[in-house]
Structure formats: structure tokens, C-alpha cells
């Protein structure tokens, strides 16, 4: 932002920021400490690991069902962003691209769908899943992807609102319809958007614990990670060793992908704040 | 003209089909039957009966968790909520000043905010334990042993710590409209003599105005229903089982201090089995919530902007 600073000003602008960057990352290295520390020693006052135990992430899996847990989670995460994106595309596609009389009000709509606690629509829902037979599983958080996601949908029209014009309208004048348009124009355009979406609601699956505790909490073999996580300390009573061993475990994929994705992920992040 | 106009609508509804679908039953019939509950006595084993508005009446002075949790959520809208986005805004104020290492910052930063909610809550009671956590090691060098979460009087506080640390949420956006502002106007601010704080309140603030509005909304909006930072802390604070299976007596652990609206509303309904009673709650929650969005899509241009196209 700004060119002429002084040496000074330099050197006390990167203290701030490197004093900062070590309290962000303490908790961290306190629970990787933590995680291969003995029981005993996890339990008392902290200090520097006296001996260290990597196996602790071993006797995490043999002594807890991590295995399925992480499985749950998987299936939570894939099947629900793979349905969003077959929904929310084509939805996002029309917001952007295709004008109809109540397009602005179906926008706002989804924003207002968007931003509505969880909680003020939990009980007709529960319900209504119950009826179905289908609370203790986690499809009460799967299948509405399939019927659209209203975040998704916003995400991806911003998106495509940036895409120019200029190539939809010339495809159109080849001879496109709206479908081809949007497999050959729009989805290739849109990549970036497209894996923003599909992160953020693959995230958000696997960072779910208010869904899962609502569908999950009264069937076991059906808990996701993120809820597992939340009981091990407490109606399991495992030790605090082992619990910050299946925390890291827990974190493990979420910062994979994002390593793996940063560019996309930080792209998209921005576009959810509506540019200034 | 007209063909075309309608030839238009009807591949619209074929592209927004499912997705109409989909606010019919998730958004539009849980609203109506929330409304509807509202005004009946309901739980998940009989069929709701209607009760006028006895729900209501409960409502407004009979429950005696109700005010404590309103008062909670108020406490975290006025201050959880403005000191994270002073947080936030001040955290990608610094990083835009750095000259070295901008991205791997920016990632440390971001990191806490990244990984499961329920991951982070966890180490950071972890990190707070009052009587064996590194942070209270250090402060009981000074003679300080403070309860955190264990503390009624400690524990909204702590979520605050908590909410700080994983600012990287908005602290992201506020970066990315920070890079916006223009150089020039900073420059000649300085030329005219202008300090640090001033630049920041007189150029950088107005210019990001509607990012800031939009944290505000989104924020006080995600207070009300905060739920997992809460309980998962309760839960691990107190070393008992957490909510769920029935049980949701740990739900604003200690002494109900960090009892929001959105848990106080799960726990009537799947707690106290009360689903009429919830009901009413949620349709609060819906006012609330709705008075708060038409405030941000009114005020806010970069909405109204993109509607108008």
C-alpha cells in the first residue's frame, strides 16, 4: 500500500506481524506436544514431552472406531458436494445469464435462504426426516443437496456474473442453446468458481457438528469425525493425549485441501464478501 | 418480443427446477409449520394439538432460561461480535504492511479459522485449562489463575479468545477489500500529514465500508445461533458428557453463562421435548433474523447493486 516507509517503521510492522504469526500457531504446537505425550504426562501441568509417544496415533484408531468415523465423514463430504454441484450450476447458470420475470426476487430468496439460522427451520425438519425413517443417518444432511444449496448458488452466480459477456452471447450465435452454453462456455470459465464451491460445502460437511448431533447423535455407527471428536473427551473419558491425537487426525484432510487448493480457496473466500 | 420472453422463463424454470424444489421443502413448508407449531403443545411422539398461544405467553416471561439466554446472545452480539471484526480488520490491516512472507502469514492466520470448529474449540479449552494449561502457567507467574471456561464470570470472555483466534474467516475478506483501496488517496493523506490512525479512519474504513457492514450483519446473525463453540466448550470444560442422546444438561455449562438462544432453542425442543414451544422460539429467531437482512440488503450497495442488474 505504501512505498516510502522507513526502516524503522519496517522493522516494527514485521514484529507485530511475526509476534502475531506465533500466537496464531501456539495452540498448535501446544496439542501436537500434547498428542505424543504419555497419558500421565498429558493429564498434569504442561511441559516439554519427557518421552515421546508417536503410537499414540496408532492406539487412537485401535482404541477408537475412527476408522468409521472418518469414513462417515467421507460420505458426508463427497456424496454432498457432488449433489450440490449437479443442482447448483445450472441454478447459479440461470441467475447469471438467463433473464426471467422474479429472477431478482428469486435471488433474494436464496440470500435470505443463505443467512437463515439452521435452527429456525430444525423442528418441521426433524420431523419431517423422522417420518421418513431416515433420522440416525447422515442423509438428512446429504440429500437436500440435491434440491440446491443456496450458498453454492450465490457463490456461483457472483462468479459467473464476472465471466464477459461477450462469450456466452457468441456461443449463442453459433447456435447454443442454454444448456450447451453453459457445458461448453460457462462450466470451463467457471472452474475456479466451481472449486471454490465445491470446497466450501465439502468443508462445511466435515466441519459439521450442529447437523450431525440434530441426525447422528442417537445411532453411533453413523457419527461423522467432527461430532466423534466432541464426545471422546467426555462420555468416553479418553485421555487428553489421545484426544489431541484424533484432533490433529480430525484437521488432517481439511488442511490437505486447502494446501493443495489455496489459490482457489482465497479467490472464493473473497467473492462471499461482495466486493467494496 | 413476447415468445421469446416466456420461451426465456421456461428454460429458466427447467435450470432452477430442482432448485425451487429444493426452497420449497427446506425454506418455504418449515417456515409455514414452524408457525403453525407455534401454536400448538407438539413432541416428536403425538400429533400437535392446538393451545392458542399458550407457547407465547410462555415465551414472554414464563421460561426461566429465556431471558438469561437473550441477555447471553445480547452480550455476544455487542461485544463477541464488534471486537472480532476490530480483530479481524486490524490482523489484515498488519498483513497488508508486510513486505516479506505476506502469503505464509496470511495462511497462519487463516489456519485456526479453517480447521472443524469443534477441533479448534477443543484445543483452545485445551490451552485454557485453568488448572494445567500452558496459557494459565504463564499467567500464574504474575499471580493470575482466571477459571475460563470453568469461570461463569471467565467463560464469554473465553469464547472471545476463541472468536479471536479464529478470525481468518473475515480477516480473508477484509484483506482482499484493503488491497482495493487506492494508494493514491493513502499517499496524499500522508503528504498532508495525516498519522496512522487517522489514514485508517478517514480513508481505510469509509472505503471498505460495505465489507464491514456485511462481517456486522453476518456476524450478529451467526451469534444468534452460535451453537458448537459453546457447547463443544462446555462439554470439554466441565469433562462430562456433551449434548446429544438425550442429554442436554451441559448446554450452557458453567451456570447457564454461555447459554445462546439458538442452544436454549434446541434444548426445548429436543432436550425438554417442547417441539410447539421451540416452534415459537424459532419464529423469533425468523423476525429477528429477517429485520437484520432487510437492513443489510437495503443498506448494503454491493447487494442492491448486483439485484438491479
Excluded at chain 1, 469414513?71 to 454441484?85: E, K, P
Excluded at chain 1, 435462504?113 to 430444525?122: A, N
Excluded at chain 2, 477441533?119 to 496459557?135: D, E, M, Y
Aim: with cysteine; charged share 10%.
Amino acid at each position: 500500500m505504501n512505498k516510502r516507509r522507513s526502516l524503522a517503521g519496517v522493522v516494527a510492522d514485521h514484529t507485530i506481524l511475526a509476534v502475531l504469526a506465533i500466537l496464531f500457531l501456539a495452540p498448535f504446537a501446544f496439542i501436537a506436544l500434547t498428542s505424543v505425550m504419555s497419558a500421565a504426562q498429558a493429564g498434569t501441568t504442561f511441559s516439554w514431552p519427557t518421552s515421546w509417544h508417536v503410537e499414540n496415533y496408532a492406539a487412537v484408531f485401535e482404541k477408537l472406531d475412527l476408522v468409521r468415523y472418518f469414513g462417515n465423514s467421507l460420505m458426508y463430504s463427497i456424496l454432498a458436494t457432488v449433489f450440490m454441484l449437479a443442482s447448483s450450476i445450472p441454478a447459479a447458470y440461470a441467475l447469471a445469464r438467463i433473464k426471467f420475470r422474479g429472477a431478482n426476487l428469486l435471488f433474494l430468496l436464496i440470500v435470505a435462504m443463505m443467512l437463515l439460522p439452521p435452527q429456525v427451520t430444525t423442528v418441521p425438519l426433524y420431523v419431517m426426516w423422522s417420518k421418513l425413517h431416515l433420522t440416525g443417518s447422515l442423509w438428512p444432511l446429504i440429500l437436500p443437496n440435491l434440491l440446491g444449496d443456496a450458498f453454492s448458488i450465490f457463490l456461483l452466480r457472483q462468479f459467473m456474473l464476472t465471466i464477459p459477456k461477450d462469450y456466452t452471447e457468441s456461443a449463442e450465435l453459433d447456435g447454443c442453446g442454454p444448456w450447451s452454453t453453459m457445458v461448453r462456455v460457462i462450466v470451463p470459465m467457471a472452474k475456479p468458481g466451481i472449486a471454490a464451491a465445491a470446497i466450501f460445502l465439502f468443508f462445511h460437511a466435515w466441519n459439521d457438528y450442529y447437523g450431525a448431533l440434530l441426525y447422528t447423535s442417537e445411532n453411533e455407527r453413523a457419527w461423522p469425525i467432527s461430532y466423534a471428536l466432541a464426545q471422546f473427551r467426555t462420555s468416553r473419558a479418553v485421555d487428553w493425549n489421545l484426544t489431541m491425537a484424533a484432533t490433529i487426525l480430525a484437521m488432517v484432510p481439511v488442511v490437505l485441501i486447502f494446501f493443495s487448493a489455496q489459490k482457489v480457496f482465497v479467490q472464493g473466500v473473497t467473492l462471499t464478501g461482495v466486493k467494496g | 418480443m413476447r415468445p421469446t420472453t416466456r420461451r426465456r422463463g421456461l428454460v429458466a424454470l427447467a435450470f432452477l427446477g430442482p432448485a425451487l424444489l429444493g426452497m420449497a421443502v427446506f425454506f418455504v413448508y418449515p417456515l409455514a409449520m414452524t408457525v403453525y407449531y407455534s401454536f400448538t403443545t407438539f413432541n416428536i411422539l403425538s400429533s400437535p394439538k392446538w393451545n392458542d398461544f399458550a407457547n407465547w405467553k410462555y415465551l414472554v416471561g414464563q421460561d426461566p432460561l429465556i431471558v438469561t439466554a437473550a441477555v447471553n446472545t445480547l452480550w455476544l452480539i455487542v461485544i463477541l461480535v464488534p471486537i472480532k471484526i476490530l480483530g479481524a480488520l486490524l490482523v489484515a490491516w498488519a498483513l497488508t504492511r508486510a513486505r516479506h512472507a505476506s502469503g505464509v502469514l496470511r495462511t497462519i492466520f487463516y489456519l485456526p479459522a479453517l480447521i472443524p470448529p469443534v477441533a479448534s474449540t477443543i484445543a483452545f479449552v485445551f490451552v485454557l485449562n485453568p488448572s494445567t494449561g500452558p496459557v494459565n502457567q504463564m499467567l500464574s507467574l504474575i499471580g493470575l489463575r482466571p477459571g475460563w471456561f470453568t469461570d461463569p464470570a471467565w467463560s464469554k470472555p473465553s469464547l472471545v479468545g476463541l472468536s479471536l483466534w479464529v478470525l481468518g474467516d473475515i480477516m480473508v475478506i477484509f484483506l482482499a477489500a484493503l488491497l482495493d483501496v487506492p494508494t493514491e488517496q493513502l499517499e496524499a493523506a500522508e503528504l498532508d500529514g495525516a498519522g496512522g490512525i487517522a489514514r485508517f479512519w478517514h480513508i481505510i474504513v469509509p472505503a471498505i465500508r460495505p465489507v464491514l457492514l456485511f462481517a456486522l450483519v453476518t456476524g450478529i446473525i451467526n451469534a444468534m445461533q452460535m451453537f458448537t463453540e459453546p457447547a463443544v466448550a462446555s462439554g470439554t470444560a466441565m469433562g462430562k458428557a456433551t449434548v446429544g442422546a438425550g442429554s442436554s444438561t451441559t448446554l450452557g455449562w458453567p451456570s447457564n453463562s454461555t447459554l445462546t438462544y439458538g442452544q436454549l432453542l434446541y434444548q426445548r425442543a429436543f432436550g425438554s421435548n417442547l417441539m410447539g414451544y421451540a416452534s415459537a422460539m424459532a419464529v423469533v429467531m425468523f423476525v429477528v433474523t429477517g429485520l437484520v437482512m432487510i437492513f443489510l440488503l437495503r443498506r448494503f450497495s454491493g447487494f442492491t447493486a448486483e439485484v438491479a442488474r
